[in-house]
T-cell receptor, first 113, second 114 residues
Framework: DAKTTQPPSMDCAEGRAANLPCNHS???????VYWYRQIHSQGPQYIIH???NNETNEMASLIITEDRKSSTLILPHATLRDTAVYYC??????????????FGAGTRLAVHP | ETGVTQTPRHLVMGMTNKKSLKCEQH?????MYWYKQSAKKPLELMFV???????ENNSVPSRFSPECPNSSHLFLHLHTLQPEDSALYLC?????????????FGPGTRLTVL
């Protein structure tokens, strides 16, 4: 089962910031939080990931609470092209050096004019 | 464009056919994955290959047979499929260090079983 919970859907006006929350209260100390998005019928696109500190890249910012039990993905200026399903995932590591991403249902973000 | 390609992009097959899906990554990664995404369901991990060795088979029926001849190529051989196997099949690859320790997905193959 996915180790995260997200709201099923959100709306955002074009040009405004989109703040997508995620709860991961059972996360372990060495597990990373990853965010992907999937535009209809395409492969998931990597956005950002983090462990403890807040992270920012050209696509988004990731804010992780100090207790690491929740995080927020921020799209600073949402556009219509950001309409997609956004997945918050806790990456699980296994012996042998490989990891797994366990996808949940995600948040369907609709950006409207 | 993520450097992971999949062919074909669309496939329609009968239940008695044999077909193969192909995935190729141009990122120098060492791990490759097959996922299945059925309508209105989360992505499900099917197989994991790490340095060409299968490290995970997530209770996938034997009518799906993966093959990883080298670290750049991954195949999924299909035979005697059922209509409920219709889905989007996604391939991903992953490096092993730093930012490379992230899975990058291909565009997927949309499979329809008649």
């Amino acid at each position: 089962d996915a180790k995260t919970t997200q709201p099923p859907s959100m709306d955002c006006a074009e040009g405004r910031a989109a703040n997508l929350p995620c709860n991961h209260s059972t996360i372990s100390g060495n597990e990373y939080v990853y965010w992907y998005r999937q535009i209809h019928s395409q492969g998931p696109q990597y956005i950002i990931h983090g462990l403890k500190n807040n992270e920012t890249n050209e696509m988004a910012s990731l804010i992780i609470t100090e207790d690491r039990k929740s995080s927020t993905l921020i799209l600073p200026h949402a556009t219509l092209r950001d309409t997609a399903v956004y997945y918050c995932i806790v990456r699980v590591m296994f012996s042998g050096g490989y990891n797994k991403l366990i996808f949940g249902a995600g948040t369907r973000l609709a950006v409207h004019p | 464009e993520t450097g992971v390609t999949q062919t074909p992009r669309h496939l329609v097959m009968g239940m008695t056919n044999k077909k193969s899906l192909k995935c190729e990554q141009h990122l120098g990664h060492n791990a490759m994955y097959w996922y299945k995404q059925s309508a209105k369901k989360p992505l499900e991990l099917m197989f994991v290959y790490n340095f060409k060795e299968q490290t995970e088979n997530n209770s996938v029926p034997s009518r799906f047979s993966p093959e990883c001849p080298n670290s750049s190529h991954l195949f999924l051989h299909l035979h005697t499929l059922q209509p409920e196997d219709s889905a989007l099949y996604l391939c991903a690859s992953r490096g092993t260090s730093g930012r490379a320790d992230t899975q990058y997905f291909g565009p997927g193959t949309r499979l329809t079983v008649l």
